[in-house]
């Protein structure tokens, strides 16, 4: 049997999971906190549910930490405060402008999970995309800022500039999570190309984020 590489080492797949885990729980509190301010009944009910499933993910993260013989609280400690600028600086001021920081502004801070998950151990690894999955969110913020955005052009405008200032403050809070966290570092040199260099491998990460964000900004009708 091949030893496991070192990007695929247990303290940086706690790492990782340690990210996650603080993303899993910054989440039901969101989702909760949406809930209670959703303008409908229906909507009310599913981010409830939303957050329930929020939840159970922290859960299954948990088991895993556990598995690698960590303890999740030690664990998620380091990377508690890396959304704290972020939302102080992204404060919504309306319940659009909000579905839509849940969508894309987060959505960053997913794509950017997945991608340093990739070089871990495959249980590790299989774990963090399943966790990140589409659990149904998507579909709502979509239906919702789709419909609202076609019946008011105003709203849509207004929409697509809170986008672009989402995404680059998205960015921020990723390259400072790359400033405090060596681990974070390395997996993404692993994640990239052998021959790239440290500041070229940012550069490529931000362009694959900044991609996939103007994806999820055009399946909403709004320009990226």
């Given at each position: 049997m091949s030893e496991?590489?070192?990007?695929?080492?247990?303290?940086?797949?706690?790492?990782?999971?340690?990210?996650?885990?603080?993303?899993e729980l910054a989440a039901f509190s969101r989702l909760a906190a949406d809930a209670a301010l959703a303008?409908?009944?229906?909507?009310?009910?599913?981010l409830s549910r939303m957050a329930g499933m929020a939840l159970e993910r922290l859960?299954?993260?948990s088991d895993r930490v556990g598995e690698l013989g960590g303890d999740l609280q030690p664990v998620m400690e380091p990377f508690a405060g890396v959304l704290v600028?972020?939302?102080?600086?992204?404060?919504?001021?309306?319940?659009?402008?909000?579905?839509?920081?849940?969508?894309?502004?987060?959505?960053?801070?997913?794509?950017?999970c997945r991608m340093v998950a990739d070089p871990l151990d495959p249980t590790t690894r299989d774990l963090v995309v399943q966790v990140l999955g589409d659990?149904?969110?998507?579909?709502?913020?979509?239906?919702?800022?789709?419909?609202?955005?076609?019946r008011d052009a105003t709203l849509a405008s207004r929409l697509a500039?809170?986008?672009?200032?989402?995404?680059?403050?998205?960015?921020?809070?990723?390259?400072?999570?790359?400033?405090?966290?060596?681990?974070?570092?390395?997996?993404l040199m692993q994640t990239m190309d052998d021959d790239v260099v440290p500041g070229e491998a940012q550069q490529r990460l931000f362009a694959v984020l900044t991609a996939e964000h103007s994806r999820r900004m055009e399946r909403l009708g709004l320009t990226p």
């Open positions: 496991p590489t070192a990007a695929a080492s247990p303290d940086n797949a706690l790492a990782v999971l340690g990210m996650l885990a603080y993303s303008p409908s009944l229906d909507q009310r009910l599913e859960e299954q993260v600028e972020f939302d102080r600086r992204t404060e919504p001021s309306t319940w659009w402008e909000r579905l839509l920081k849940a969508y894309v502004g987060y959505g960053v801070a997913d794509d950017f659990d149904g969110h998507a579909g709502l913020v979509v239906t919702a800022l789709s419909e609202a955005g076609a500039l809170w986008g672009r200032r989402l995404v680059g403050e998205s960015l921020g809070a990723v390259q400072g999570v790359l400033a405090a966290h060596p681990r974070m570092r390395d997996l």
